[in-house]
């Protein structure tokens, strides 16, 4: 009976609150001359990331236009980035163990100011699509060090942190189609905006190399020694067990839908109310708009509330409202002012349910946790690359009407996983196996 619960990763089970949402027994750790540049950085890019989140569906109509390219080939770029975000995960462990957290951030930051100058200065679908790559290895990169590294440095709340961290995020999206209406309608080519957007991650760069800089050897000592101290803890079993803990699959599968929902509202939503709404390029924006706004306010939202009620009550709150406005927006087409109330509250359901999963993680398995965390965000990748590009098919090919369906039906599928994957029927799971012992 040991031998087999030594088997068993360590896990706190669904039925299980105690820590999830606030541990009081932590204390806050004091956060140091390294950890202060990174925490603000990982802001920065994580901001950027919403910015080119925001515009990018608002100026994909132009860029396929001045490229001579089919509209639903820019789903294409989109799915390079998750591509690029990927590729960053599969080596993120040994980049972040080998460089450190300031670094690893520099680099991420770097290669999302490569990546956006290139989208700004080079022509061509295979060149751009390389351009969004690279950006994606950038924003991929910071995506999975900064989940890893946060939960470290702020152990104490770590759902709240990430909601904060994500948040982030939704202001940079909220500000992005502002920003692109803004520069179109002054005659500014979209080139611009990716030029700009290069110089402000390169000024990233630039504090963090200042801060590099500043730091005295002893303290970047003492942290490659906690590196290297953290190398050495010894993890509960195997990976290939780990992958295969039922929570993991179920909080993995979430992440696959919502990411491929979010970057298909977010690539394809100002084409859909185009096409199904016959709204013009302001009021296609503003309603770009109202989405990001509305993610900003889940996820503020949820920063809040994670720090009294369980994230898994957050988080399907959150799926609940998703999948009933997205039914509703695809069968209203008369007021244009309720539609625009929907596609907010769309974004209020969006908000919360990143960070939860990725906090449901983290403290569901503390000593595996960079693992899993780097599985659920692998697993998001893959759901940004092929669902944005499928999106981008029904949409032409099926219609706006029956896209939105499509949509609908693939993000009422989440609440049915979140459900038996942490809410069990019959208590706590863990205590029928602990009865078969």
Not at 340 to 349: E, F, S
Request: aromatic share 8%; charged share 10%.
């Amino acid at each position: 009976m040991s031998r087999k619960i030594e088997s068993e990763p360590e896990v706190i089970e669904p039925g299980e609150i105690s820590g999830i949402y606030v541990d009081k027994g932590l204390s806050a750790p004091t956060l140091g001359r390294t950890e202060i540049p990174v925490s603000r950085s990982a802001y920065a890019i994580t901001f950027v990331a919403g910015l080119n989140a925001g515009w990018f569906g608002a100026l994909l109509p132009a860029l396929t236009k001045a490229q001579h390219l089919p509209l639903e080939q820019g789903g294409i770029l989109a799915s390079a980035v998750c591509a690029g975000g990927f590729v960053a995960l599969a080596a993120s462990s040994k980049i972040i163990a080998g460089l450190g957290d300031l670094k690893t951030t520099l680099l991420a930051a770097a290669l999302a100011a490569a990546g956006f100058f290139g989208l700004g200065s080079i022509g061509g679908l295979y060149a751009l699509t390389a351009c969004a790559f690279c950006y994606g290895l950038g924003v991929g990169l910071n995506s999975i060090s900064s989940h890893i590294i946060f939960p470290r440095y702020y152990p104490q709340k770590v759902a709240s942190a990430l909601s904060k961290l994500n948040s982030f995020y939704g202001l940079g999206a909220l500000s992005g189609p502002m920003i692109a209406l803004s520069l179109v309608n002054l005659k500014i080519n979209y080139n611009w905006i990716f030029l700009g957007a290069g110089l402000y991650a390169a000024l990233i760069c630039a504090y963090l190399l200042s801060a590099h800089q500043k730091l005295e050897v002893g303290e970047e000592k003492r942290h490659a020694d906690a590196r290297s101290e953290s190398g050495k803890t010894p993890q509960t079993q195997p990976v290939l067990s780990i992958l295969k803990h039922p929570i993991l699959i179920g909080l993995a599968s979430i992440n696959f839908l919502y990411v491929g929902v979010e970057c298909t509202l977010g690539t394809w939503i100002y084409s859909f109310l185009q096409k199904a709404e016959s709204f013009d390029n302001a009021v296609a924006s503003a309603a770009i708009s109202l989405l990001w706004l509305g993610l900003t306010l889940g996820r503020m939202t949820s920063t809040r509330a994670c720090l009294t009620f369980n994230p898994k009550y957050v988080t399907m709150t959150a799926m609940l409202i998703l999948t009933a406005t997205l039914f509703l927006i695809a069968n209203i087409h008369s007021n244009q002012n309720l539609t625009l109330l929907v596609v907010l509250l769309i974004g209020v359901g969006l908000g919360p349910i990143f960070p939860t999963i990725i906090a449901q993680s983290a403290t569901r398995f503390p000593k595996d946790s960079s693992t899993t965390t780097a599985v659920i965000i692998s697993a998001g990748c893959i759901g940004g690359m092929v669902l944005p590009w499928l999106g981008g098919n029904a949409l032409v090919g099926y219609g706006a009407t029956n896209f939105m369906i499509l949509t609908a039906i693939t993000a009422s599928v989440l609440p049915i996983i979140l459900g038996l994957t942490l809410f069990p029927i019959g208590g706590r799971a863990g205590l029928a196996r602990e009865n078969e012992s």
